[in-house]
Each structure stands twice: as structure tokens, then as C-alpha cells.
């Protein structure tokens, strides 16, 4: 099948599919007579198994690791499960930093008049980085904004 084809049937662009096989994240297909791009099976599995990681959030460099473990039928469930764990990690603290800048926001809307005259806390704080007068949380929420 053609990169198009792939690309349906997998749910990944073509461009990114481009994009994995130049990183070696995907075994490059086969080429027809003409230099076109021929996908397999065996292609979209993989296509279908980057899609997935992907959509749970783990970076190219993650894919890799991870593709290279189910490509290994030797592999240990506990390299596998070190990885998946390591991500959810990073997923909770990324999460908690969302969180820290929604509060920061938040505190900042709230002490906003939102009407007619030019005072703005939330500008203010933008201006001096953070450091104005509030509580401290604040410059550390905008500090992840940068």
C-alpha cells in the first residue's frame, strides 16, 4: 500500500510518517519499481503502536526505547514497566505544574477589576515577572510560562 494508504489505515499523517522513518523510530518500507514507498502489515503495526505511545503522551526518544522492548521478545516486563512508570511521573509533575500556573492565573483574575481603569494586577505581574507584592506562589506558576 501507498504512504496514503498507510496513513488512513494507521491514523497517522503522512508527514509524520516521513518524520519516523528519517529518525529511524519505523524500519523503512519497501520501494515498488517506480521509488515509491510500499507499506506492509507489519508497517502499520508499527505506525499503529507509535500512534498509541504517542497519544499517551511519551516523546519520540520514549518511542524509541519502547519499540526497540517490543521488538525484543527477550525483554524483561520489568524494563517496560520502568519506562511506564518514569512516564507517569513525569505526566503527574507536569500536571501539578499546570496546576500551580491555573491557581496563579486564577488569584490573579481575582484580584482584577476587569473594569475601566488601567490598574491590572494581572499585567503588573507580567511586567515584574512575578515579584510583585502577592503571594509567592504566583512568580513561581509564571516562572513555567518562560
Not at 5 to 11: H, K, P, R
Not at 20 to 36: D, T
Not at 67 to 81: E, G, N, P, Q
Request: net charge positive; hydrophobic share 40%.
Amino acid at each position: 500500500m501507498n504512504i496514503g494508504e498507510a496513513a488512513n489505515l494507521s491514523g497517522v499523517s503522512a508527514k509524520m510518517i516521513r518524520y519516523y522513518e528519517e529518525v529511524a523510530l519505523i524500519r523503512p518500507p519497501a520501494r515498488n519499481q517506480n521509488g515509491y514507498r510500499s507499506y506492509a502489515e507489519s508497517n502499520i503495526h508499527e505506525l499503529k503502536f507509535i500512534r498509541r505511545a504517542r497519544d499517551l503522551g511519551f516523546t519520540v526518544e520514549q518511542i524509541s526505547g519502547l519499540m526497540h522492548l517490543w521488538r525484543d521478545r527477550s525483554r524483561a516486563s520489568a524494563d517496560v514497566k520502568r519506562l511506564a512508570l518514569e512516564h507517569v511521573a513525569a505526566l503527574e509533575a507536569k500536571q501539578r505544574e499546570i496546576q500551580e500556573m491555573a491557581n496563579a492565573l486564577k488569584h490573579l483574575v481575582a484580584n482584577c477589576h476587569g473594569d475601566g481603569r488601567p490598574d491590572c494586577p494581572i499585567i503588573e505581574n507580567l511586567a515584574d515577572g512575578g515579584n510583585h507584592a502577592s503571594p509567592t506562589h504566583l512568580g513561581k506558576g509564571f516562572e513555567k510560562l518562560r
